[in-house]
């Protein structure tokens, strides 16, 4: 399904790159809404974020304020002009948020993992016109993200975009969320008119690496960052160690480096034709060995022999994975694409066999 989509138009927001949302991890008390909320517009920010219901993994955590603090929200927007965001996950947070004049929704990301809540979502906002910001799910599985943007695009809602907050995994070793930058990079492929954020905050788990992140995210061309800030970060009641202060902020803003999308050059045009020239020798060659392969076929098949000799296999993995490694492409990169290569010279040669 193709999405049906209008650009994300905030008066007094400019759409230069990165566009910032920027606020606490939680609305935990109206002083503490406040004291962040004036901080961040007094450098610029445009955009507050604050979480209104938070989904926590385990009972007993702080869960939000919930409807009490949509009132802070009003403040915000009434004393400092911005627009207000907050996340939502079932259909009467969507009623709420609209009663107290949330200008633009977000969708957390265990809510996108699950299409009933989705649809749920997707339903309470028929016939609304508001901005809706969709987290990836927990899980690393593009269609289901992509479903809940259809969900929603299919009640109508046109002005979407996308937040790129990295996957659950075992593995924490230096991420909360692993980032697996293929996914974004592959949704912008598929949908290149929708914006895309990124949220260095969840993907890092701490706050050293929300630098690095906003300048990966900006080096590969993403709209815009929505980060978690915080007036007292070490004193938050929840994803403390990921806050910075409005003033860390806008420093880490202040030193990115925003590189131009599309700068061609004679020079990089030169370029590119040598690299088509180089994919067109690899299909050739690859065509090539293909037909080798099936010759192979033909002779194991009127040999009696198996297809699969393990030795052989093995012997070409460990033989160009070293090459590579001598030419400047990683052994696992190598490995990686004659895996490809030998899996479909097999499936070649159980073909001639079952002839
Ligand atoms: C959040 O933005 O505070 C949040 C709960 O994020 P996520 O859904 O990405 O975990
Ligand atoms: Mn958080």
Known sequence: MELDLLPIELAG????????IAGPCSAETEEQVMTTAHALANNGIKIFRAGIWKPRTKPGGFEGNGEKALPWMQRVKQETGMYVTTEVANADHVELALKYGIDILWIGAR?????????????????????????????????????????????????????HRGFSSADKKIYRNIPQ????????????????????????????????????????????????????????????????????????????????????????????????????????????????????????????????????????LDKRGSQGALC????????KIFEAIHEESVRQQLEILNM
């Open 181 to 316: 930058w293929h996914i974004p990079i592959e949704l912008r492929r598929r949908i290149p008119t929708l914006p895309l954020f990124c949220d260095p905050s969840h993907i890092g788990g701490k706050r050293e690496l929300v630098a690095p992140l906003c300048q990966q995210a900006m080096d590969l061309g993403m709209d815009g960052l929505i980060i978690e800030s915080h007036c007292t970060p070490d004193m938050a009641w929840s994803d403390a160690a990921q806050q910075v202060t409005p003033d860390i902020l806008d420093y880490i803003l202040n030193l990115l480096v925003i590189r131009k999308e599309i700068y061609t050059t004679e020079s990089l045009t030169e370029l590119r034709k040598q690299i088509d020239e180089c994919d067109d020798n690899l299909i050739q060659e690859l065509s090539k060995r293909m037909r080798v392969a099936r010759e192979i076929g033909v002779f194991k098949k009127e040999h009696n022999m198996t297809v699969l000799q393990t030795g052989r296999y093995s012997e070409i």
């Open 328 to 335: 400047g492409v990683s052994p696992m990169c190598v490995r």
């Open 111 to 163: 809510t996108t993992a699950s299409p009933f809540a989705m649809q749920e979502i997707a339903d309470a906002l028929q016939g609304v016109d508001i901005p809706v910001l969709v987290k990836n799910p927990v899980n690393p599985d593009i269609e289901l993200w992509i479903g809940g943007l259809e969900r929603l695009n299919q009640a109508g809602i046109k002005r979407l975009a996308a937040i």
């Open 13 to 20: 927001v400019k759409k230069e790159r990165p566009v910032v």
